[in-house]
């Protein structure tokens, strides 16, 4: 991780082993030391605001468990906000799709069992609050507000960029923002998370942290 402040003891906070067990067994796409960038975010916004933490995009629950964790480590609590139906690219016929998370007497993806599972096995259902839905219907209903948002939902520019547009305004003055998968170049991936990358730059956030593909940035006073 490029940390671009110096950090404290809580920027550099790390799960304990069990914790990265479940993380690493879990279904999922991020890498471990993207996770661990994660982590150490989520128990330094949490810890020093004593808010919420949020993620936009859940799948079967391996940031959750992460996210889960550092709520336990700092008194708050993880909300996670998805559908469970899966994004564009898991779709059948695309290059993520899962066959066996179809729901086959629906014949729809349905990750919210597997989510479920997951936290169980790692023991930290309790430390969640998870919010089934559409991002932009629960945002607009959402009232508190939050250490960090994590955005890793659906990577069109509807979507991601729904995603900030409806989640940002809950974000506390000098919260986190957290975006997965930017790719300044698009011979590496999609563009929607990195349009809303420079969006949050031009709109006061600083860089915090580049770790691989993920940007931790932190509101400034406006």
């Known amino acids: 991780m490029t940390d671009l402040h110096q950090p404290d003891a809580r920027s550099t906070a790390r799960p304990e082993p069990a914790v990265l067990a479940a993380f690493e067994a879990a279904t999922g796409f991020m890498p471990l030391d993207e996770g661990l960038a994660l982590y150490a975010a989520a128990v330094e916004a949490a810890g020093r605001t004593g808010l919420p933490v949020l993620e936009i995009g859940t799948y079967c629950g391996r940031s959750a468990i992460l996210l889960a964790d550092a709520a336990r480590r700092t008194g708050t609590v993880a909300l996670t906000v998805d559908h469970h139906r899966g994004s564009e690219e898991q779709q059948p016929g695309w290059e993520y799709h899962d066959p066996s998370l179809v729901d086959p007497e629906v014949g729809r993806m349905d990750t919210l069992p597997p989510f479920r599972r997951t936290l169980f096995h790692a023991g930290l259902e309790e430390h969640v609050v998870a919010l089934v839905g559409r991002s932009p219907q629960i945002a607009a209903l959402w009232g508190g507000r939050l250490a960090l948002v994590f955005i890793d939902g659906g990577h069109t520019d509807e979507h991601a960029g729904g995603d900030y547009a409806g989640w940002v305004p809950h974000l ?26 420079l969006r949050a730059l031009a709109e006061g956030f600083e860089e915090v942290s580049v770790t691989g593909s993920l940007r931790v940035l932190r509101r400034t006073a406006r």
């Open 172 to 197: 506390a003055e000098d919260g986190l923002l957290v975006v997965h998968d930017v790719f300044p170049d698009p011979a590496d991936g999609g563009q929607a998370p990195y349009r809303v990358y």
